[in-house]
T-cell receptor, first 110, second 114 residues
């Protein structure tokens, strides 16, 4: 069973576009939620935590729907530097490791 | 800004050989992790380490694997007899005490088993 599922993409969008990624998680005991960014052959880096009330960080907005076990990430005004793989990540109550989705690949085109 | 460091960046070894991957976690962090990522696949948890002992491990972390904190700064992953399928990127991560705290990842060691 996959703990975290994401559409692998790729998403190819022009600069300035708005793009949204979705993620579902299977374990109702999931406790904390994150979006990480991973550049090619690099380590995952935290983009933002996801809170129940939704949260925004500049051009990035994350939403969590616990009832549907669904997480989303919205990127507005896409930049070339946003090109990366976006990883949906959860933790589960009682376990302190991270569970990663396979990632969604984004390419922003000039 | 403090960061997790890992050495070597790339390790090439022959099947059946032992390898040791090294990590220096962030100095005030208390929980340490190893993850791996096979090329084209997701990041997978291997093991977590706290208070000088393994706190959790996944099914991947079998008897071939071991971890150690030999001194106050290093955290190592040993693979006793490497297999072809051990070829992957190995990431070390660390965090402070709180379970909701961010895990910070090192740059990874690319292990290639020939």
């Amino acid at each position: 069973r996959k703990e975290v599922e994401q559409d692998p993409g790729p998403f190819n969008v022009p600069e300035g576009a708005t793009v949204a990624f979705n993620c579902t998680y299977s374990n109702s005991a999931s406790q904390s939620f994150f979006w990480y960014r991973q550049d090619c052959r690099k380590e995952p880096k935290l983009l933002m935590s996801v809170y129940s009330s939704g949260n925004e960080d500049g051009r990035f907005t994350a939403q969590l729907n616990r009832a549907s076990q669904y997480i989303s990430l919205l990127i507005r005004d896409s930049k070339l530097s946003d090109s990366a793989t976006y990883l949906c990540v959860v933790t589960i109550t009682g376990a302190n490791n991270l569970f990663f989705g396979t990632g969604t690949r984004l390419t922003v085109i000039p | 800004e403090p960061e997790v460091t890992q050495t070597p960046s790339h390790q090439v070894t022959q099947m059946g050989q032992e390898v040791i991957l090294r990590c220096v976690p962030i100095s005030n962090h208390l929980y340490f992790y190893w993850y791996r990522q096979i090329l084209g696949q997701k990041v997978e948890f291997l093991v977590s380490f706290y208070n000088n002992e393994i706190s959790e491990k996944s099914e991947i972390f079998d008897d071939q694997f071991s971890v150690e904190r030999p001194d106050g700064s290093n955290f190592t992953l040993k693979i006793r007899s490497t297999k072809l399928e051990d070829s992957a990127m190995y990431f070390c991560a660390s965090r402070t005490r709180q379970t909701t705290d961010t895990q910070y990842f090192g740059p990874g060691t690319r292990l290639t088993v020939l």
